[in-house]
Nanobody
Framework: QVQLQESGPGLVKPSQTLSLTCTVSGVSGITADYYWSWIRQPPGKGMEWIGYLAYGTNTYYSPSLKSRTSISRDTSNNRFTLQLNSVTPEDTAVYYC??????????WGQGTQVTVSS
């Protein structure tokens, strides 16, 4: 059974960097067969795709977030991380990591609330 688990601080101050980690278990690491993704849902809004790690090394980001976003794979090969720079209160959301199999998500993390506030 594949499991994804998000972790990181629940509160970030404006202008700082939001850093989250997704730990993957039940499979042999961050494999190239899937797209390893970050998605968020701001309060009262729909899901927003942030970006993904493909083929183990290539990254693709939402155009609206690209200038502030970095997704990378941990050297342990069972974790991947999200960094979102220069956050504002509009970045407050529940953040999810997920695994895409082709064009659909087959596994989600449970999500982690991140609030941007001073």
């Amino acid at each position: 059974q594949v499991q994804l688990q998000e972790s990181g601080p629940g509160l970030v101050k404006p202008s700082q960097t939001l850093s989250l980690t997704c730990t993957v278990s039940g499979v042999s690491g961050i494999t190239a067969d899937y797209y390893w993704s970050w998605i968020r849902q701001p309060p009262g809004k729909g899901m927003e795709w942030i970006g993904y790690l493909a083929y183990g090394t290539n990254t693709y980001y939402s155009p609206s977030l690209k200038s502030r976003t970095s997704i990378s794979r941990d050297t342990s090969n069972n974790r991947f991380t999200l960094q979102l720079n220069s956050v504002t209160p509009e970045d407050t959301a529940v953040y999810y990591c997920a695994r895409f199999k082709g064009d659909y998500i087959d596994y989600w993390g449970q999500g982690t609330q991140v609030t941007v506030s001073s």
